[in-house]
């Protein structure tokens, strides 16, 4: 498959890219500079375009089979997310590319019927912002009912670790473990991630992750 790739030398995107050509796809990455990629990303294809360029973006994403985004907004403001969302959704319809997975966040999966994770009352309020906006991506994401999106929120903490090659997909609920936890390795939301492309099980639902 040819995929798309927003965001893909962070720490997330990167993974996913790794794995996507570890199992013979094309990878494309969407940059903003002409600056060389970083060596665990032999093998992709960089193209130069900008989520606030619309026409660049659509010409770099056209004839691929799946735009996938890793997009975070790192220290800009959280509305970035909400944003990037509309500006993929635009981009996706114009260069007739259907097929849409975004990294989404934990924040948005439910933790008992009717309440999301963000809406906890044990939930970092340092993280609060950026939550709210991954939902109110996702709200973008639902209204467009001519693509086939996936928002594929990871568990509640992901961050670097072994890549242990199982683990446990569902929607829209959070997934914990026994004791508790909801965790996920960079490299196995990536392994998912890849797989929700290659075979797709959540189209128009939030994906989740976890151990």
Sequence with gaps: MKIALVAATGNIGSHIAQQALKRGHEVT????SNKPLPDNLHGVRPVLASLDDQAALVEAIRGHDVLASAFGPGSADASAVVDAAKA?????????????????????LEVAPGLQLVDAPNFPPQYK???????DALAVLKAADDLDWTFFAPAAEIGPG??????????????????GHSQISY???????????????????????AY
């Design 162 to 179: 072994e890549q242990r090659g199982t683990f446990r997909t569902g929607a829209n609920s959070l997934i914990s473990s026994a004791d």
């Design 88 to 108: 993929l959704v635009a981009a996706a319809r114009a260069a007739g590319v259907r097929r849409l997975v975004v990294v989404g966040g934990a924040g948005s």
């Design 29 to 32: 990455a969407i940059v903003r």
């Design 187 to 209: 490299g196995d939301y990536a392994d998912a991630f890849v797989a929700e492309i290659e075979q797709p099980k959540f189209v128009k639902q939030i994906a989740t992750v």
């Design 129 to 135: 912002a950026y939550a709210l906006a991954h939902r």
